[in-house]
């Protein structure tokens, strides 16, 4: 096993990254070594699908079998091996299937197939064994000593890239978008990487072009979200209990929620989200549902408490998933690409074992006496209505700068910051905010600017769109560059949805980005110099210092 694929890497080691017996996130070896081997298999069923695609005969179940294969190595998302063994068999046939298509295709134009090598030839091993055996050759550090650890972190920081766009993607097709162009960048770049480049120059260019590509899947998820539900509203969710029995929905996936409240419907169960499934409050869809009584918890981190205390059973509909304790092992629940070994999964979304187990459960006995609330549901639809308001406020002074501050939370040290940089931002400043990130700061009460909240929660880290369009707003207002607003980005980064952002917006020009609590171990630190020189990026240092010079540029 050797992955370092999240910020939760093991740092303690002579080779940074996650070498067993367990990774930090609780990822076993086998786990490691069989999603290496499916990256490797789905590459194999890219480089086909390039060549069938610009022969005009794309695979049409391909494109979707790549976004959730993919999604599934993300990090906390699957743990399960026997999963992995499946998709990793099912990835061979769907490769074999295109590879037939793109040879049909070129012989019907008269053209001789290419005989392609590598992830195209591969064959998997029958079973478990003999997979893991395989497994060593496809380490994401495979080829290290041939090609210097740059090269193998470009083509890491490409991979993680890909990963984002794969999870990103597979939200929006679950709502019934898809494009054909992001289609096809996928399947470029992984069959880019399938050839093993070695040039950083072109790996670097081709990283933000990754960025470029995941900001067109961004304004399709955007398009599926608000398309399917409406556009966030903001709205005042109760973060208290009240009495009934009840459900505890957590990760990212909107459309599971909705199949859910649907089903839940009239049966007397409570459905409270959790994480990332706050905003889903926001949409005048889902917030229709009154069953959808309010938000239990925080960040991800701290689930095996929250599940531990919840009275009812849990779905986990994404990211991130941490190793169930028995308290609640027999009422968590997974669904789509999430997966953890001898928890119960839910396919097609049926839920009703998942609501036969609250309807056997006591729920909350009582209401919370004292009710509390946040606010959520300034996506871009919300915010850019009071567009004129804002601008206002910033021409007359009222409001001397934005801030923006989120991204992934987690377990690791340092990420306090991002509460102390918030709660640090000045009185005529306002935050934004979206991701998991936020629980670190959003029970505090930040007050208004004439009447526009100081905080302002845009959403998941899936609506990171919203915060580019508001952005590219009020760059528009002011006739100037993004990179020239009175906007400071503070991000938090965990997982590869993050690298996804990052490296959009560096593409889309912003500049200064305190990026923490650590940076990715695979950037070496030539890399990160160069990434430092070219876009500006900045390590999170003192929260007062970092805020006090976000002014001062200002
Ligand atoms: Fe948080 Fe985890 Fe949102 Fe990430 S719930 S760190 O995967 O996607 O942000
Ligand atoms: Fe380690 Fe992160 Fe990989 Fe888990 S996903 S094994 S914590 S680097």
């Known amino acids: 096993m050797f992955c370092y694929q999240c910020e939760q890497a093991d740092r303690t080691g002579e080779m940074l990254g996650c070498a067993g017996p367990l990774g930090n996130c609780g990822k076993d070896p086998a786990t490691a070594d069989l999603q290496d081997v499916l990256i490797h298999a789905v590459k194999g069923i890219a480089q086909y699908a390039t060549r069938a695609r610009a022969l005009g005969a794309p695979d049409e179940e391909a494109a979707p079998f790549i976004l959730y294969a993919v999604f599934t190595t993300l990090t906390n998302v699957n743990f399960n091996p026997t999963r992995f063994v499946a998709l990793i068999q099912q990835a061979a046939a769907v490769r074999d299937r295109v590879r037939a298509r793109y040879e ?29 055996r395989q497994a060593p050759s496809y380490r994401v550090d495979a ?3 041939a090609v210097g650890p740059d090269v193998v972190g470009l083509r890491s920081l490409h991979l993680y890239a890909i990963k984002g766009i794969c999870a990103y993607s597979y939200h929006a097709h679950v709502l019934g978008q898809q494009n054909d162009d992001v289609s096809a960048g996928v399947e470029e770049a992984l069959a880019y990487l399938a050839e093993q480049p070695t040039e950083t120059e072109e790996l670097l260019a081709r990283a933000v072009g990754l960025g470029r590509l995941n900001l067109t899947v961004m304004e399709m998820l955007d398009a599926a979200n608000t398309g399917t539900f409406g556009p966030q509203q903001p709205t005042a969710v109760r973060t208290t209990p009240v009495a009934g029995k009840a459900i505890l929905v957590s990760g990212h996936d909107l459309r599971d929620l909705a199949a859910l409240l649907e089903q839940t419907k009239d049966t007397g169960v409570n459905v409270y989200t959790h994480g990332e499934m706050l905003p889903a409050h926001a949409y005048p869809l889902l917030k229709a549902y009154p069953h959808l009584v309010g938000n239990y918890g925080g960040a991800w981190q701290d689930q095996q408490r929250e599940f531990t ?3 009812g059973p849990i779905l986990m509909t ?15 629940f997974t669904t789509g690409p999430v997966g953890w070994p001898g928890v119960r999964h839910l396919a097609d979304r049926d839920f009703s074992a998942l609501i036969k187990a609250a309807q056997a459960m006591p729920g909350f006995r009582a209401d919370e006496p004292e009710e509390r609330f946040i606010t959520v549901g300034f996506g871009r639809d919300a915010l850019l209505s009071v567009a004129d308001k804002v601008t206002d406020a910033v021409r007359q002074g009222a409001i001397r700068h934005f801030f923006l501050v989120g991204g992934c939370d987690g377990p690791t040290v340092g990420r306090e910051y991002y509460r102390d940089f918030a709660l640090g931002a000045p009185d005529d400043s306002v935050v934004m905010t979206l991701g998991c990130a936020k629980y670190r700061f959003n029970g505090h009460d930040f007050g208004e600017i004439d009447g526009i909240p100081r905080l302002l929660d845009l959403g998941q880290c899936n609506d990171a769109f919203s915060a580019v369009k508001i952005a590219q707003a009020l760059a528009g207002a002011f006739e100037c ?9 503070a991000l938090s980064w965990t997982e590869q949805k993050a690298v996804a952002v990052l490296l ?5 020009g912003f500049r200064n980005i305190h990026l923490g609590p650590s940076l990715p171990v695979y950037l070496t630190p030539g890399l990160v110099a160069a990434l430092v020189d070219t876009f500006g990026l900045r390590t999170i240092g003192d929260p007062a210092i970092d805020v006090a010079a976000a002014l001062e540029r200002s």
Do not use: H, M, V
């Open 504 to 508: 959009s917006l560096l593409a889309l």
């Open 143 to 145: 080829g290290l000593g």
């Open 104 to 132: 049909d295709a070129a012989r019907a134009r008269g053209q001789q197939p290419e005989q392609l090598t590598g992830p195209a030839r591969w064959e998997p091993a029958a079973d478990l064994d003999g997979l893991l």
């Open 481 to 489: 560059g993004l990179d020239e607003l009175p906007l400071t980005l």
């Open 309 to 311: 205390k919840f009275p």
């Open 318 to 332: 994404s990211n991130c998933i941490i190793e169930p304790y028995p308290a609640y092992r027999r009422r968590i």
